[in-house]
């Protein structure tokens, strides 16, 4: 039986398309749409996690994410 594991995706648009990240892994992909470069961007986290190294995985999964807005005061 397959397991599932969550992952943060932070997506920017980025000139004319979407630019995708795992902070996490620390894997990145892009696309033309936002749902593009989603779904690139689990498609290179599913091929990351089949061939890389378990030790790699492991050593990639240790650090702690923290994913927040900040509120500025400007002027």
Known sequence: MKQTQKFTA???REDDGYVSLCP?????SQGL??????????EAIELFLEVADPGEITKRLTKETFVTQLEINIG
Request: hydrophobic share 50%.
């Open 10 to 12: 932070i997506i920017e």
């Open 24 to 28: 996490e892994l620390d894997i990145a």
């Open 33 to 42: 749409t936002r749902e593009e470069a989603q779904a690139n961007l689990v």
